[in-house]
């Protein structure tokens, strides 16, 4: 297991402070701005800790509000809504300074039978033969942000990052592995991909507009961010993110994300709405 994933995993197991209060710290430290999916990956395990044995995450939604300071510790205030035979809801909000930086409503749900069906989707060549994002990131000069040690691994079908982007269809496919073994709870495994969905999903909007997060006159950030569940997976084996924009106006690029195991199983489903406001160069 690499270092960054030890230090992932060890992050996302927060100290408890009280019964609902807990603190975590960041271990990805790419920018002098916390990482929105180390908060989501955290914030879920916050409201993990309180759920009885037997129920999982199903969904969340969450909104941020403000930019954390990376380096500084999270506070994590967990409020149980309500607890259900069927359902169980838990509202977390996670701050610095004392004021909210990130607040999201998570729902648990008991394994059940029911109706079933999903999406098909063509996968495009596996992960084998393309380059990583680490590996693209390394081919270019005077890059603003530092991601020498990813917990995760990245493998576009379909990467642009260039100083010069060409335009391009707003979608993409990521092939991602965490970078070495992940322990056997399903409780794990979601936290990593809730971290992992925050990565392309919001660039997918820029495409159209021969734009990327490393240019200079962008700035962009992520507004909300929904996820959704549908089967047990794991986060050590390749598993498949294809991202689309179906719209970008108003100042806003709104993002949707399905993801599939290497069986073509649909796992899980994201949605993202971000700011995206090109400055006169």
């Not at 908060?39 to 409201?47: D, W």
């Not at 109706?115 to 990583?132: A, C, D, M, R, Y």
């Amino acid at each position: 297991m690499s270092e960054s994933l030890t230090l992932l995993l060890a992050a996302n197991r927060l100290e408890r402070l009280d019964d609902n209060l807990f603190r975590g710290f960041d271990t990805w430290k790419a920018t002098e701005r916390l990482f929105g999916g180390e908060v989501m990956s955290q914030s879920i395990s916050a409201a993990q800790y309180t759920v009885a044995p037997g129920y999982h995450l199903h969904s969340f939604h969450s909104y941020f509000m403000r930019a954390g300071e990376a380096g500084r510790a999270v506070i994590y205030d967990v409020e149980n809504i309500r607890d259900g035979r069927s359902f169980l809801s838990r509202r977390v909000t996670a701050r610095q300074h004392g004021h909210a930086i990130y607040s999201c409503q998570c729902s648990f749900q008991p394994e059940e039978e029911g109706l079933s069906h999903q999406h098909q989707t063509t996968f495009p060549p596996g992960p084998e033969g393309l380059k990583s994002d680490r590996e693209l990131f390394e081919s270019i000069p005077n890059l603003p942000i530092k991601l020498a040690n990813w917990p995760l691994e990245y493998r576009q079908t379909n990467p642009i990052w260039s100083q010069e982007n060409p335009v391009s269809e707003p979608r993409n496919a990521i092939w991602i592995r965490a970078d070495g073994e992940v322990p056997d709870e399903l409780a794990v495994h979601q936290q990593l991909l809730a971290f992992a969905s925050d990565t392309h999903l919001l660039a997918t909007s820029l495409r159209p507009h021969g734009v990327s997060f490393i240019s200079p006159n962008l700035r962009s950030a992520t507004i909300d961010h929904s996820m959704w569940f549908h089967r047990p997976f794991r986060m050590d084996e390749w598993i498949l993110y294809e991202v689309y924009s179906p719209w970008a106006g108003n100042g806003r690029g709104l993002n949707f994300g399905r993801i599939y195991d290497r069986e073509g199983n649909l796992i899980a489903s994201t949605a993202q709405e971000g700011m995206v406001r090109v400055k006169p160069e």
